[in-house]
């Protein structure tokens, strides 16, 4: 079995990505959207946590958080919001009981992989190309040809405040198809 080991970091960016379960395409649905995006403001009530960039594509999310000074714990604050989402969701969805036994023994439902995959921003440059790399996702699954045309991204809030034109193409040396994260 795999020892899986969690950075222990205090502050600072971390990048995650978080996939549904069997990569079921949840978030085709704007009820499941909501539910998220209140599952997300309710945990950031409790546990305060900068969302700085976010890519909510139909079967996994991408988000980069910015955590405060002397606090690291981001396994608190998914649990929370896999849980918030998933109660929610459940009351109002059907979700196939195709769970395995040992999902089943530790009380986990149909919607999320067990894990989520993180890695810690260590410069700003990772922190810029993870941005990039969250808006781009997209696009690089093709789901639309431009990253404008994605409505369920922080890549909007981005143009807004000027840190991208409205009509930016991203290039392909800027997104490493190469570099694995997570997917």
Known sequence: ?????????????????????????????????????????????????????????????????????GDGDFSTRWSSIKGLFSRQYLRDHYCPSAATASRRRKGEVCLWQRRFWEHQIRDEKGLQKHVDYIHYNPVKHGLVKRVEDWPWSTYHRYVKEGF??????????????TTDFGE
């Open 164 to 177: 991208y034109k409205d009509d930016e193409s991203f290039a392909d040396t800027t997104h490493d198809t």
């Open 1 to 69: 079995m795999p020892n899986y080991i969690r950075a222990k970091f205090q502050g600072g960016y971390y990048f995650f990505t978080v996939v549904t379960y069997r990569r079921r395409k949840l978030f085709k649905a704007a009820s499941a959207r909501r539910y998220l995006k209140q599952a997300i403001r309710q945990t950031q009530s409790k546990r305060p946590f900068e969302m700085v960039a976010l890519c909510l594509l139909p079967d996994h999310i991408h988000c980069l958080w910015k955590l405060p000074a």
